[in-house]
């Protein structure tokens, strides 16, 4: 049975090279933003998506875990995280620090009843438990139900970074980014990441080797929903509301969209994959219903035909891991 | 009292519906070893199969009944021999995956037309007997009055869940179904074709689905969304019961189904969720669902 991602190739010292150049190229362009008049709002968005996709494709590109519930980390965090803006009143790095703890808290509980099933079932366990979430942050009063929690004081990061002006706000976001990124980066290539690859192959082989491979896939979803739940806390500050759209089931599905297109299992992939989707969704913004029509297509058109993935493709072409 | 049975019932509806639609997920998930989350979708297409029969061709319920499980398990077959077969020996996700694509897809295209309200379908009015107006109205059982549409849907589902077992567990062809889920290589060189077989099942689970849109129809309105939240519930009754055996989807889906209506009455607050919280309490105790053997 061939796994999600089926060609990865070993991880060589030439290979993690070719990483570190391509990721100095993308921090230089991604620095460079500013200056080529590009609306800041549509990088800052897709930045925060990327980082979530990228969250996401630790757990199913290198744990082979796919979780349909993403959304939920990323719905959570920002409900905390804005909660304790705007109704607390506290700095932003602190409303950032009470959104990760509670996208933390959310994954212990949920990684911990999820990993008790593979492959399909955990797929639609997570989506069943972020529908169960869906419910409880409709009724619950502090999210403020279908309003969601709106105008939220962007504020100064650390007093001084004055997070109201975009070009500031965008050096913040890409610096989340990029930190995110590069932890992720660094799970991936540990020990710890390669036991996590050996359980994906192999399960049972890696039991047999003395792996409490359990606590290896709990500690890689907490990391995940951890990561996620930084980029919804940032996310906050972008789009300064938080909303039931982000824990919606729709979001888990373009999460997975995203990682799909750009690669799933490539360093790189989900980072192009939010990119390409969010830049869809904002160029057919007028077509209405017509963009899900869309996206269940590619959907399909990658499942069927181009299931590497945009950078799965190229690495493949010139085979190198990226 | 009224309050309770009424809800009783109302959950009694509900758990025909998931015990269809999950039933349809276990006989697709044993041939194909696929999850189809195109399901949900696929329900709604029935229930707009059944409108557009009765306001575009004048064709009635009693027909529709008939006439869209067997259009929509057509369509739900095109889609099999397209796109569904080329994932055989690839990973199990793929399938989740591209069945949602299609979900995105047939979703999308019903919303661009009928938005997201609903569209009344009328009970149907005949045939007239002893009285009774087709499925209209309802009758007095001394503790609580029974709108008779509401009755034939629990005792129509219920019918039909237990041909569907006894199908697929006390028949000839059953056994090669049987057969071939464990093994398709052996029961092809037995020179039974497999492939059709596959196909013809997956038509089957997706009629099942088409069929539960169409008894919903005149309970629910029939709405572009109607499957899409429903889908995710019955993946969690799917979790809980376990895909392994057919009379375990058939009653775990009707217990749901009153244990939510239980819900609705003694803690309204919760109806929404109880079946996902109970999900959670069934992976902690019993990790392979209650009917489910170790995967």
């Known amino acids: ?322 | 009292m009224q309050a309770l049975y009424a809800q009783l019932l109302v959950g009694l509806i509900n758990g025909s519906f998931y015990a269809l639609l999950s039933l349809g997920l276990a006989v697709i998930f044993g041939m194909l070893n696929i999850i189809n989350f195109a399901h949900g979708a696929l329900y709604m297409m029935g229930a707009f199969c059944a409108y557009f029969l009765l306001h575009l061709t004048g064709i009635g319920y009693w027909w529709a009944l008939i006439i869209a499980p067997i259009v929509v398990g057509i369509f739900g077959m095109i889609l099999e021999r397209t796109m569904l077969q080329w994932l055989a020996g690839l990973d199990h996700l793929y399938g989740l995956l591209l069945t949602f694509g299609i979900a995105l897809i047939v979703q999308g295209v019903f919303q661009n037309y009928f938005g997201s309200s609903g569209l009344p379908y009328a009970i149907p009015d005949y045939p007239e007997v002893g009285g009774f107006r087709g499925l209209q109205g309802g009758m007095n059982l001394g503790f609580m009055f029974l709108p008779i549409y509401r009755g034939w849907v629990v005792v129509f589902s219920l019918v039909v869940c237990l041909a569907t077992w006894f199908l697929i567990e006390k028949t000839r062809l059953g056994a090669n179904l049987r057969a071939a889920t464990e093994n398709p290589t052996l029961v092809r060189a037995f020179g039974i074709n497999v492939p059709r077989m596959i196909t013809l099942t997956y038509g089957l689970g997706v009629g099942l689905a088409a069929l539960a849109g169409v008894l919903s129809a005149p309970i629910n309105q029939v709405r572009p969304l109607m499957g899409a939240d429903l889908i995710i519930v019955v993946f969690a009754v799917v979790v809980i019961g376990g895909m392994g055996s057919i009379m375990g989807s058939i009653i775990t889906g009707f217990a749901l189904g009153v244990i939510e209506g239980l819900t609705k009455y003694f803690y309204p607050e919760a109806s929404n969720t109880v079946v996902f919280v109970l999900m959670v309490l069934v992976l902690l105790v019993k990790p392979t669902g209650l009917t489910g053997r170790a995967a």
Not at chain 1, 92 to 112: D, N, Q, R, W, Y
Not at chain 1, 164 to 189: C, D, E, H, M, Q
Not at chain 1, 287 to 294: R, S
């Open chain 1, 1 to 322: 049975m061939s796994t999600l991602t089926d060609d990865t190739l070993p991880v060589t010292p030439q290979a993690m090279r070719d990483e570190m150049i391509v990721f100095a190229g993308m921090a230089v362009l991604l620095g460079l933003v500013p200056l080529t008049g590009i609306y800041p709002f549509f990088v800052m968005q897709a930045l925060c998506f990327a980082l979530l996709a990228c969250a996401f494709n630790l757990l199913v590109g290198y744990g082979g875990l796919l979780s349909f519930g993403h959304a939920m980390f990323l719905g959570t965090a920002g409900y905390c995280s804005a909660h304790a803006l705007k109704v607390w009143g506290v700095t932003p790095e602190v409303g950032i620090l009470v959104g990760v703890a509670g996208a933390a808290a959310l994954s212990v509980v949920t990684g911990f009843i999820s990993i008790r099933r593979q492959g399909i079932y955990f797929s639609m366990i997570t989506l069943a438990l972020s529908q169960l979430l869906y419910f409880i942050y409709l009724q619950a009063p502090f999210t403020h139900g279908e309003d969601g929690i709106q105008g939220i004081p962007q504020g100064y990061l650390f007093g001084i970074f004055n997070l109201s002006k975009p070009t500031v706000l965008y050096y913040v976001v890409l610096a989340g980014f990029l930190g995110g990124f590069l932890l992720i980066f660094r799970t991936i290539n540990s020990p710890f990441g390669e036991v996590l690859k050996s359980i994906r192959e192999n399960e049972q082989r890696a039991i047999s080797l003395g792996y409490k491979t359990d606590n290896y896939k709990l500690l890689a979803f907490i990391l995940s929903g951890t990561i996620a739940g930084f980029a919804g806390s940032l996310k906050v500050f972008v789009a300064q509301n938080a909303s039931l759209t982000d824990v919606h089931w729709t979001m888990s599905g373009e999460i997975v969209l995203m990682t799909l297109v750009g690669g799933l299992g490539t360093v790189f992939g989900p980072v192009v994959g939010a990119f390409v989707i969010i830049a869809m969704q904002q160029y057919l913004a007028g077509f209405g219903q017509w963009v899900t029509v869309i996206q269940g297509v590619i959907f399909v058109a990658c499942v069927l035909t181009f299931r590497r993935g945009i950078i799965g493709e190229i690495a493949h072409y010139f085979r190198r891991s990226l």
